[in-house]
């Protein structure tokens, strides 16, 4: 991210001076205005990619001035505000208007740092996402999985290969990893695409219902079988199964299903009748099914003619880079469920979700973008994000124990073990950050050349240790 146009429009020379300096040192390309006639001017000689626009000007009031020409000229995600003294209210209904974010003066350098690099990327991202919802580039079904990072892209790339071929898939990933989007994809994307598509939780039921969930029964097959039901291999005829947490098949009905999958004739429970059936099976699960295989909880046999070819959907914490991807996608769709018209996350909302492990993944990221979206105003905070999820951004850094040394002054002590707080909080921001020092240094919100000395101080390698 280097070279962006940033127009500072503020008319006081110290404020200008200091915005340009910063900004230049950030690797960006600042130009100045100290007037609102002279914003306009420069913008039409060529729009800058972000304004930071002060609320008062010599020759216009900063709120008007935005919402009459700078909105409807450079579009979303465009403009900073800076609000002086007295005037944070005027700032708060210009990012009601569709500003971006405010800050305010005296400016505090690390804040500005962040929104100008949030702002930037949502710009990134937000031109992706249109290209995404284009249609022309991928298909409908793939558009709904949404990411940009290199391990989303090739599952896309992989989901496209394998859904013409009609062969089971298995789906593995943690829960919430969008696994039964994936398969919504497969089915889309495969010639069955007009059938139906069976999603069964195997998890969610009780061993015996499962069978009778999967197999279907005869009456009388069971007390309380009052009447005959398909099982849903039956349902999804001439389209495809999708039997989610596989893991949880009991090991008696294993068989019966491996006999499906290979002769594709199906028996009701109950009954001795073979029906044929034409079904795709997908199987999705979030537990190691190799290890039950070799605990002998789950039939090799099974396992090999369910895995012809087995996709893995990355959680997301190794995937971090689409966090304000998504984030914007859940926005949107919450502002649309609930009928709310939430400008965006603010910087610090959107460095908190950042900074998260994401146990539950995209469906955790779902859910809290949702209720911050009905406790938010118009910009979504730190403080409408659920309270877990404030607490541990971030692993907790395990801090070297203060014992003391033989012979140590206790400020020894303290210089001694910040060190090597600091030392370990590096590296372990290099390894989540797999040593794209970039990268690192923007996690730990540092510049790149304060992280570099840093490491030379503390004798961290340049690169991944081998
Ligand atoms: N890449 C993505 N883009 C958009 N939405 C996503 C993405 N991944 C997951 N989701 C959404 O997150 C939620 C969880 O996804 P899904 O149900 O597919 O997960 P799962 O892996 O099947 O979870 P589980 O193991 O708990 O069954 C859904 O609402 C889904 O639409
Ligand atoms: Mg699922």
């Known amino acids: ?17 200091l915005l340009e300096q910063f900004l230049r ?39 008007d001035l935005l919402k009459e020409q700078l909105l409807p000229e450079l579009g979303d995600y465009r403009v900073i505000v800076l609000s002086g003294y007295g005037t944070s209210q005027d700032a708060e209904a210009a990012v009601m208007a569709g500003a971006f974010d405010y800050l305010t003066k005296p400016v505090a350098l690390s804040r500005l740092a962040i929104a100008v690099r949030n702002c930037l990327r949502l710009q990134y991202l937000s031109a992706e ?17 949404v990411g940009a990072s290199a391990p989303m892209q090739a599952l896309r790339d992989q989901i496209k290969r394998v859904a013409p071929f009609d062969v089971p898939v298995l789906i593995l990933g943690e829960s919430g990893t969008g696994k039964e989007l994936v398969a919504r994809a497969i089915h889309a994307l495969s010639a069955r695409r007009k059938g139906p598509f069976v999603p069964l939780d195997c998890g969610a039921l009780p061993d015996t219902l499962v069978e009778a969930e999967v197999f279907g029964y005869a009456r009388g097959a069971f007390s309380g079988a009052t009447q ?25 009905s294993q068989p019966k299903l491996l ?16 029906v044929s059936v034409n079904v ?49 996608y859940m926005l949107m769709k919450a502002n649309r ?20 492990r994401w146990p539950g993944n995209v469906r955790e990221l779902d859910n809290a973008v949702r209720s911050a979206v009905i406790l938010a ?66 996690r730990l919100q540092v510049d790149y050349k304060t992280l570099y000395l840093k490491m030379k101080r503390y004798q961290i390698p340049p690169a991944k240790p081998v």
């Open 25 to 63: 040192g950030e690797g960006y390309a600042p130009l100045v205005a100290g007037s609102a006639a002279a914003a306009l001017d420069a913008i039409r000689q060529q729009p800058p990619d972000l304004l930071l626009l002060d609320i008062r000007l010599p020759d216009a009031n900063g709120l």
């Open 337 to 356: 469920a609930y009928q709310k018209s939430i400008r965006g996350l603010s910087a610090e909302a959107m460095a908190t979700l950042e900074a998260y």
């Open 129 to 145: 996402m249109e290209e995404l919802s284009g249609g022309a580039v991928l298909p409908v079904s793939l558009r709904d999985l």
């Open 280 to 328: 795709r099976v997908l199987s999705a699960t979030n537990s190691c099914l190799q290890q039950r295989v070799d605990e002998g909880s789950f039939r090799l046999d099974l396992f090999h003619r369910l895995n012809t070819v087995t996709l893995t959907v990355p959680p997301l914490r190794e995937r971090k880079e689409d966090i304000p991807l998504l984030a914007h």
């Open 228 to 252: 005959a039901k398909p099982g849903k291999l039956e349902l999804a005829e001439a389209g495809t199964l999708l039997l989610d947490e596989i893991g949880n098949i009991p090991l008696h």
């Open 259 to 274: 006999r499906v999958l290979q002769t594709s004739m199906v028996e009701r429970l109950g009954s001795n009748q073979q």
């Open 377 to 442: 105003d118009y910009l979504i905070e730190p403080t409408h994000l659920p309270q877990q999820i404030r607490a541990q951004s971030g692993e907790p850094v395990e801090m070297p124990k203060p014992a003391m040394k033989p012979g140590e002054s206790l400020s020894q002590l303290r210089r001694r073990t910040s060190g090597e707080a600091e030392r370990a909080t590096i590296l372990k921001t290099l390894e989540e950050a797999g040593w794209n020092k970039a990268e690192a240094a923007r």
């Open 1 to 17: 991210m280097a070279d962006e146009r940033i127009l500072i429009v503020d008319d006081d020379p110290i404020v200008q001076h």
